[in-house]
């Protein structure tokens, strides 16, 4: 008997060594904040232990305040909020400092405020549902989920119909056949001498769908056509040169210097081989001796500085 008593009494010491009592005793109570989780220690510290082993007694020191302010929060009302218990927090007592001041609450918007009017609360639903079938809860969406009846269709059969026919076939052509029938009255309507301009509707009755667009004209506003056209005949019959030369020039010039690089890039020594006998000025920008006068492009002719006549 006395051995029995003796490990009951070991086992108890062990278990109270490993796990610590949640009843703590201070010589001062705390100041405890619960709606900030603060607590205030002004007890006295022990400078012996603090010597001897710093660390271990800071520890002990923050797991029995931390031990208070827990035993504080199991006090305090709770409620349930989506199968968590949740304890319900005071208003915080001591003033903590900011950087910016705290936000202003938003204003309500109109739905919230005709929720408010009404009555109407917004209830989340649960992530989990519960499954016949498998007799065990399932996610509502996503992955293996649940069969949620509130989503369920069914397709809702009159009791006088055949189960042997075709339900959507049936009314596939029975709108097939009402487009037809929409489609011959308009074509009937408009066969008319004056294209249905003139024909007498039915009363309630809508406009044709599907009948095709009227074509748009393509032409443009005709006085400023006519405009155009009679600045080009004045001018015609103005006398003044209907090309311009100096235009023309310069884009023949620029003709001449964009074959001129290309042949360049093409051949890349080209630029280093020095032209024998005289210097022709037949590639000089501005030169429109041979524009003017005989053949036109590059190689000499009449007129030029470097052919011969």
């Known amino acids: 008997m006395a051995d029995i008593v003796e490990n009951v009494l070991r086992e108890a010491a062990e278990k109270e060594a490993k796990y610590k009592t949640t009843e703590v005793i201070k010589d001062i109570d705390l100041d405890i904040d619960a709606g900030n989780l603060f607590t205030y ?9 603090t010597r001897s082993n710093r660390e271990a007694f800071l520890k002990d020191l923050a797991r029995d305040n931390t031990q208070l302010l827990i035993n504080k929060i199991w006090q305090l009302p709770t409620e349930r909020i989506e199968n968590v218990v949740v304890a319900q927090l005071p208003g915080p ?3 903590i400092p900011r950087e910016k001041p705290v936000p202003k609450p938003k204003p309500e918007t109109k739905w919230e405020k005709y929720a408010k009017i009404k009555g109407i609360q917004n209830k989340k639903k649960s992530r989990m549902v519960w499954d016949e079938e498998s007799k065990t809860y399932k996610p509502r969406w996503g992955y293996k989920r649940g069969r949620d009846e509130t989503k369920s269709f069914a397709l809702v059969v009159p009791q006088n119909v055949d189960p042997y026919e075709d339900q959507f076939a049936k009314k596939m052509s029975e709108k097939k056949e009402r487009d037809y029938l929409s489609k011959a009255l308009a074509v009937a309507k408009t066969s008319t001498a004056s294209i ?3 024909t007498d ?7 044709p769908k599907n009948m095709g667009k009227k074509r748009k004209s393509n032409h443009g506003d005709i006085k400023t056509e006519m405009t155009r056209q009679m600045d080009i005949l004045n001018n015609l019959h103005s006398g003044r040169p209907i090309v311009d030369k100096t235009k023309a020039a310069n884009m023949q010039n620029r003709d001449w210097e964009s074959e001129r690089s290309k042949r360049r890039r093409e051949d890349p020594e080209l630029h280093r081989k020095k032209p024998k006998g005289k210097r022709s000025n037949q590639g000089k920008k501005g030169n429109l001796r041979n524009f003017k006068g005989g053949k036109k492009g590059r190689g000499g002719g009449g007129g030029g500085r470097g052919g011969k006549s």
Do not use: M, V
Not at 41 to 49: A, C, E, G, L, V
């Open 41 to 49: 220690d002004s007890n006295p510290f022990d400078s012996k232990k």
């Open 93 to 95: 007592s001591t003033p």
């Open 196 to 198: 249905g301009k003139f």
């Open 201 to 207: 509707k039915l009363p309630k009755e809508k406009a």
